[in-house]
């Protein structure tokens, strides 16, 4: 896994081209290295990305935001008509760290 830091978020990269294990890996290890931070999961790679693959990640990206802390996904393969609203998936990094002002603002206005 690549770790890219800046100071509001982390961006976490699969290395390999297994997108199960790294659903998998992320699973456990967000809640105990990643908890307290905003995080953008870099799936861009993956051009031809189902939505049953992308609802791999959907249950780590629902307890990590549950504890106040943004999880998005970047990928442009999936129609966003076709994305639970559960899930948050966005085209760029740029639009990812958009995503995270935004909650990171509606947290502090108790939202």
């Not at 790294?22 to 031809?48: C, G, M, R």
């Amino acid at each position: 896994m690549i770790v890219k830091k800046s100071n509001t978020y982390t961006v976490l990269c699969d290395q390999r081209d297994a997108i199960q294990d790294f659903a998998k890996f992320l699973a456990h290890k967000v809640p105990t290295s990643f908890k307290t931070q905003n995080l953008i999961i870099d799936l861009l790679k993956y051009e031809h990305l189902t939505l049953e693959q992308l609802l791999l990640f959907i249950q780590v990206s629902n307890t990590h935001r549950a504890s106040k802390h943004s999880f998005v996904i970047l990928n442009t393969a999936i129609d966003p008509e076709l994305i639970p609203y559960e899930i948050m998936v966005v085209p760029t990094l740029l639009e990812g760290a958009d995503v995270i002002e935004m909650e990171e603002i509606e947290r502090d206005l108790g939202f």
